[in-house]
């Protein structure tokens, strides 16, 4: 019995230090928040034109949303942009009078004809008679997606295996001077959330970010489902929690014995 016990606490320190690295590694993809930080106003940008403006030729003098993931996403870019336009659409806020929306691809090899024809996605399912002004989905170089991923403490990676992106789900809410004024983390975004949060840029307000860390990322070829690592941490956590148990009534049982 007592090497049973032993092999239970062996199992359940490797249990321990494997979700806690995989806890570290999703942590490191998460946002840094930066409110306040200033985004790189002269960074060149595509339009879905083709058109290279910098950064804040699309702000327009208004509080600004940016949407930071890519267009040939396999996982939950969409699923972002539909929450987002959704929560807008119920919001009572019209573009551009009182929000510019910033769509940006992280993907430097991503071009105008992918944003373009996933903007004319997004408004088939959302139609917005001013979006033209209001909505910018926009591609760039290296320098510029990593000047504006430092500027507001977005992290993502690319890995070759997957072939994906790794990034964070959530938004970015900017100030019309073009400083960082908040973030909505995660998605499943609601109308009075979105107002909030760009009533507090279109006022140059500081809001601290929410703690929701949610990632974009990983296809499972066994199933052939897009999911998200957070289920590998949800199964290292139920053999977690079945080898304390384990060890527990191991340990009762031998205590019984003597």
Not at 78 to 85: G, N
């Amino acid at each position: 019995m007592k090497w049973a016990v032993l092999a239970c606490l062996a199992a359940l320190s490797w249990a321990t230090a494997a979700m806690a690295q995989d806890t570290s590694a999703m942590a490191a993809l998460a946002f840094t928040p930066r409110p306040g930080a200033s985004l790189p106003l002269d960074a060149p940008f595509a339009d879905t034109t083709g058109q290279i403006r910098p950064l804040g030729a699309f702000l327009g003098g208004r509080p600004a949303i940016v949407s930071m993931g890519y267009y040939a996403c396999p996982n939950m870019c969409e699923l972002e942009r539909t929450d987002l336009i959704h929560a807008l659409a119920r919001s009572g806020l019209e573009t551009p009078a009182d929000y510019t929306l910033l769509v940006v691809s992280i993907d430097p090899t991503e071009t105008p004809a992918m944003a373009r024809q996933a903007r004319r996605d997004d408004l088939a399912r959302f139609p917005a008679a001013t979006a033209d002004q209001g909505w910018h989905f926009l591609t760039g170089g290296p320098a510029s997606i990593q000047r504006l991923s430092r500027a507001v403490g977005f992290h993502a990676r690319y890995d070759p295996e997957l072939r994906q992106y790794l990034h964070p789900m959530g938004l970015v809410f900017v100030t019309p001077a073009g400083m960082v004024s908040g973030y909505v983390m995660g998605i499943g975004y609601q109308p009075g959330d979105v107002r909030q949060a760009l009533a507090h840029a279109a006022r140059g307000e500081r809001i601290a970010a929410s703690p929701i860390l949610l990632l974009c990322f990983h296809y499972d070829e066994t199933t052939g489902r897009y999911t998200l690592a957070v289920e590998k941490l949800l199964r290292i956590g139920a053999a977690l929690t079945v080898l304390m148990l384990g060890s527990m009534l191991a340990m009762a049982h031998a205590r019984g014995r003597r």
